[in-house]
């Protein structure tokens, strides 16, 4: 029997595409869910499907990520339907379906899907280390177009720059926060903030 298994990862997604490239198979049944692929146990269809499939069965994927993302979970998914004597075939790969002998059918399969999964993965360091560096360069534009603070040691206002080490004068020499903001006419967060930088450079 010919099964096929469609999955999209969000609620929005659309299943229509993977659905009509199956039937042009056709297959006999078809399994469809809109879950992550990151959890196996999460995917009911998924699991349904492995538990119906029996010997010379053929399962069907549009691509085998539709069965997982992970190289560990396509492993284990590809090892029980070969446990169940059956076969996988996905659309983005040769079509070893005609082939007779079931263990050939398999084998061809499973150096297929080793390079398939060899890809994935690098595909998947790539993304990650883009994905690093993409928020490294976002770290340092904060830094570069964060705006500056008004009362402190490097600030623009000749002014403000002259309360901030009025302030932090008075601070060392015991006034409270409540008198130094009657006496400069700014925040309490402000003159916290002042009070935290004296007592980390102490």
């Given at each position: 029997m010919k099964f096929g298994y469609v999955r999209v990862?969000?609620?929005d997604q659309n299943l229509a595409r993977q659905i009509?490239?199956?039937?042009k198979i056709p297959v006999e049944?078809?399994?469809?869910e809109k879950e992550s692929g990151k959890n196996i146990n999460n995917r009911s269809e998924l699991l349904n499907l492995l538990k119906c499939i029996k010997k010379?069965?053929?399962?069907?994927?549009?691509?085998?990520?539709?069965l997982g993302r992970n190289a560990d979970d396509l492993t284990e998914i590809i090892q029980y339907i070969k446990k169940?004597?059956?076969?996988?075939?996905?659309?983005?790969?040769?079509?070893?379906?005609?082939v007779p002998d079931i263990n050939l059918r398999n084998m061809l399969?499973?150096?297929?899907?080793t390079v398939f999964k060899f890809q994935a993965q690098s595909e998947r360091e790539k993304i990650k280390e883009r994905q690093r560096e993409g928020i490294a360069l976002a770290k340092?534009?904060?830094?570069?177009?964060?705006?500056?603070v008004l009362y402190g040691a490097n600030s623009p206002n000749p002014q403000k720059r002259k309360i901030y080490f009025a302030i932090k004068k008075d601070l060392s020499n015991g006034h409270s926060v409540a008198e130094l903001v009657t006496k400069y006419g700014i925040?309490?967060?402000?003159?916290?903030?002042?009070?935290?930088?004296?007592?980390k450079s102490e």
């Open positions: 990862s969000t609620k009509e490239q199956l039937k049944k078809i399994f469809s010379n069965d053929i399962v069907y994927v549009t691509s085998l990520d539709r169940k004597s059956a076969s996988l075939q996905s659309l983005d790969l040769p079509d070893f379906s005609n399969t499973d150096i297929l899907v340092k534009r904060d830094v570069l177009y964060r705006r500056p925040s309490h967060g402000t003159v916290y903030r002042i009070k935290k930088e004296i007592s």
